[in-house]
């Protein structure tokens, strides 16, 4: 299928799926990528794992569907509208079970399959980070994106301004260091700073133009605006998005001046509000 909305860690690239693995996904009776094993719902939330992920897939599964309610109410509430149903399959994607294959999904709704089914890479053969708050980042990181069509605001799912909005929210979600491997705002200080401000790339998989989303994000929230707020405001542009909230026109001058002189060396160069 194409329209995939892609979380990747820098320099990640998923494994192609195997020829047993696209045949058990068609001999399952869902309509998914990864033939999946339900473990519960909660709420609007399912849950499912791939059996071929064993014992240790159960376990995260399992100990994910217990960590879903919380990101999701919050994402209710910074983008403030009410969700709907999604279905979050654990998968195979990296084949490492690390979670280095990332994420993704098909819609930014609350559609009917595929739009709505979220695909996280399984996490926990990974050592660096705790697991499951690697998965509940991945997951929370596709789910943004699902409240963005809703909301209607500009948020593009997708798009540059999403896809930083997207990590952003994964990282208030999940504690600091967790998603450090997916860090995208250095990327955009090692570019020079240019101008994704005034413009949106319609790509999520260019690290210069989401850095520089997720470092405005970041920005504002030193500014002493709320998630909610920043959110809300939403706008097809960062600078749209800045005159909502400020009612200056200067977004792109302002972020450059409010960086210079600082060390870009993760998504937040301000201190505090997170990752």
Same mark, same amino acid.
């Given at each position: 299928?194409?329209?995939?909305?892609?979380?990747?860690?820098?320099?990640?690239?998923?494994?192609?799926?195997?020829?047993?693995?696209?045949?058990?996904?068609?001999?399952?009776?869902?309509?998914?990528?990864?033939?999946?094993?339900?473990?519960?719902?909660?709420?609007?939330?399912?849950?499912?794992?791939?059996?071929?992920?064993? =014992? !240790?897939?159960? #376990?995260?599964?399992?100990?994910?569907? +217990?960590?879903? $309610? /919380?990101?999701?109410?919050?994402?209710?509430?910074?983008?403030?509208?009410?969700?709907?149903?999604?279905?979050?399959?654990?998968?195979?994607?990296?084949?490492?079970?690390?979670?280095?294959?990332?994420?993704?999904?098909?819609?930014?709704?609350?559609?009917?399959?595929?739009?709505?089914?979220?695909?996280?890479?399984?996490?926990?053969?990974?050592?660096?980070?705790?697991?499951?708050?690697?998965?509940?980042?991945?997951?929370?990181?596709?789910?943004?994106?699902?409240?963005?069509?809703?909301?209607?605001?500009?948020?593009?799912?997708?798009?540059?301004?999403?896809?930083?909005? =997207? !990590?952003?929210? #994964?990282?208030?979600?999940?504690?600091? +260091?967790?998603? $450090? /491997?997916?860090?995208?705002?250095?990327?955009?200080?090692?570019?020079?700073?240019?101008?994704?401000?005034?413009?949106?790339?319609?790509?999520?998989?260019?690290?210069?133009?989401?850095?520089?989303?997720?470092?405005?994000?970041?920005?504002?929230?030193?500014?002493?605006?709320?998630?909610?707020?920043?959110?809300?405001?939403?706008?097809?542009?960062?600078?749209?998005?800045?005159?909502?909230?400020?009612?200056?026109?200067?977004?792109?001058?302002?972020?450059?001046?409010?960086?210079?002189?600082?060390?870009?060396?993760?998504?937040?160069?301000?201190?505090?509000?997170?990752?």
């Amino acid at each position: 299928m194409s329209n995939r909305r892609e979380l990747l860690p820098r320099g990640g690239k998923r494994r192609e799926r195997t020829a047993d693995q696209i045949a058990r996904a068609k001999a399952s009776a869902a309509s998914l990528d990864y033939p999946a094993t339900q473990v519960g719902q909660t709420g609007d939330i399912t849950v499912a794992y791939d059996s071929a992920l064993g =014992s !240790r897939g159960l #376990a995260l599964a399992q100990q994910f569907l +217990g960590a879903v $309610t /919380g990101p999701y109410n919050d994402m209710q509430t910074f983008f403030g509208i009410s969700g709907g149903a999604v279905e979050v399959v654990i998968a195979p994607l990296s084949g490492n079970n690390d979670g280095s294959g990332g994420a993704y999904h098909y819609g930014c709704d609350f559609g009917p399959a595929p739009d709505s089914v979220l695909y996280l890479d399984a996490t926990f053969a990974n050592t660096s980070v705790n697991p499951l708050n690697l998965e509940v980042g991945l997951y929370v990181a596709e789910l943004s994106e699902c409240f963005m069509g809703p909301q209607g605001g500009g948020w593009g799912c997708g798009f540059s301004n999403g896809e930083g909005l =997207s !990590r952003f929210c #994964a990282e208030q979600e999940t504690p600091a +260091g967790t998603l $450090t /491997g997916f860090a995208s705002g250095p990327a955009w200080a090692q570019a020079g700073f240019p101008d994704w401000v005034t413009k949106t790339e319609q790509t999520d998989q260019d690290d210069v133009s989401t850095g520089c989303s997720i470092v405005y994000i970041y920005w504002m929230r030193s500014l002493g605006f709320s998630i909610p707020q920043i959110v809300q405001a939403a706008g097809a542009t960062l600078s749209a998005n800045y005159q909502k909230l400020t009612g200056k026109t200067s977004a792109y001058q302002d972020l450059v001046a409010a960086v210079k002189g600082l060390t870009v060396d993760s998504d937040n160069p301000f201190g505090g509000g997170g990752s």
